[in-house]
């Protein structure tokens, strides 16, 4: 047996933000945004909705899609998230309880916008070791309410979305076949939100709302966008030609762009939805595979590969071949 994705589900609240509401209270332009960064619009979640009712919607539409089997032998509940509803409890064990895990172990993963790969990884360590017959793994974030409003460099940039799978036994053959996770926090600043009284190695004390440095983190996307997916395809023992399809992590068009012509992939082999969501970080690589399996475009056998980079700084990448539930 191998390890591989059971089962899929997604939320985005229906509130939109487009770039021409973004002009009437800030200085931009839907020109600006959409040409350096392909995004069009975003969701906003009520003032109310906070990470884990975004996580429990997600599962709703995970239970739609599969059924009430899809849950049964799930024993851990991984929520991956840079927002959650507290430093504690855990927004896992919240969700949990909400979708009546009862018992199930619940805990969050702080990583990044990979957040949602590196609890892959937990998952299937944790489900091969024996420990777990199945892992529910969530990313869920609501990046609108803490983003500065009045910084328009990263305000346009991030959106609000959840998305959970079942991670579980898969037959051979099939499930996830490589992953490369890593960090370098020497990087830390580049993108940053404070938690209690932290500040910056040279006293400035930072608010709590996100600063990054969008030309640093640029760089270093497309950086190690390249060189993960291409390690992730090399310990799958697959070359670049045997990809179906790339679902990169929905930062930015011109570092999957970069990242795509470096692989040597065509656009109908890379799923790109940040137009309509903007970045969701930790959700956003379940929100892109949701949508192309349901435009039909991953069958079963197709090697995917994921590959995200966020603040830490962070990154990941996996490739994992379709099917065989
Ligand atoms: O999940 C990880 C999250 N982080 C990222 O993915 C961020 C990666 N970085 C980026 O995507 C890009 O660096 C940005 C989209 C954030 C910025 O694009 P850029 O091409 O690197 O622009 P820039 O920061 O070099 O700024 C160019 C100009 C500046 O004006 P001046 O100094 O040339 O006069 C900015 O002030 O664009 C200005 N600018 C804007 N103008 C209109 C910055 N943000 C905006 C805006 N509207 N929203």
Redesign the pocket.
């Known amino acids: 047996m191998a390890t591989g994705l059971l089962g899929l589900g997604v939320y985005a609240p229906s509130k939109v933000l487009t770039n021409k509401d973004l002009e009437s209270f800030?200085?931009?332009?839907d020109e600006?945004?959409t040409s350096?960064?392909g995004i069009s619009e975003r969701r906003i979640s009520e003032p109310n909705e906070y990470v884990s009712d975004l996580a429990v919607k997600a599962v709703e539409n995970l239970l739609q899609r599969h059924g009430e089997g899809i849950l049964d032998g799930v024993e851990q509940v991984i929520v991956a998230t840079n927002t959650p509803d507290a430093f504690f409890p855990n927004t896992a064990a919240l969700v949990a309880d909400q979708i009546g895990l009862k018992g199930a172990a619940g805990y969050d993963l702080l990583a990044?916008?990979p957040g949602w790969l590196y609890a892959s990884s937990q998952a299937v360590g944790q489900v091969e070791a024996g420990i777990a017959e199945k892992v529910l793994v969530i990313g869920s974030e609501v990046l609108t309410k803490i983003v500065d409003w009045r910084d328009?460099?990263?305000?346009?940039?991030f959106g609000d979305a959840a998305g959970a799978a079942v991670i579980g036994k898969v037959r051979e053959g099939h499930g996830f076949r490589s992953f490369v996770l890593g960090a370098d926090g020497s990087g830390g600043n580049t993108?940053h939100m404070s938690a209690l009284a932290s500040s910056l190695p040279d006293g400035t004390r930072m608010g709590p709302s996100i600063y990054?440095n969008?030309?640093e983190?640029?760089k270093f996307?497309v950086r190690v966008m390249d060189t993960a997916s291409v390690e992730a395809i090399e310990k799958a023992g697959l070359h670049p030609d045997e990809i179906s399809l790339f679902v990169p992590?929905q930062?930015?068009e011109?570092?999957i762009n970069a990242a795509r012509e470096r692989l040597g992939l065509s656009w109908d082999r890379v799923v790109m939805n940040l137009d309509r969501y903007g970045?969701t970080?930790t959700a956003s690589i379940p929100l892109a595979l949701a949508e192309a399996l349901d435009a039909g475009k991953v069958g079963q056998g197709d090697n995917l590969l994921f590959v995200s980079?966020?603040?830490g700084l962070t990154w990941a990448a996996t490739v994992l071949t379709w099917g065989g539930a």
Do not use: P
């Open positions: 800030m200085d931009t332009s600006w945004i350096r960064t990044g916008c328009r460099s990263t305000a346009v940039l993108l990054m969008g030309r983190v640029f996307a992590h930062a930015n011109r570092i970045n970080s980079f966020g603040a």
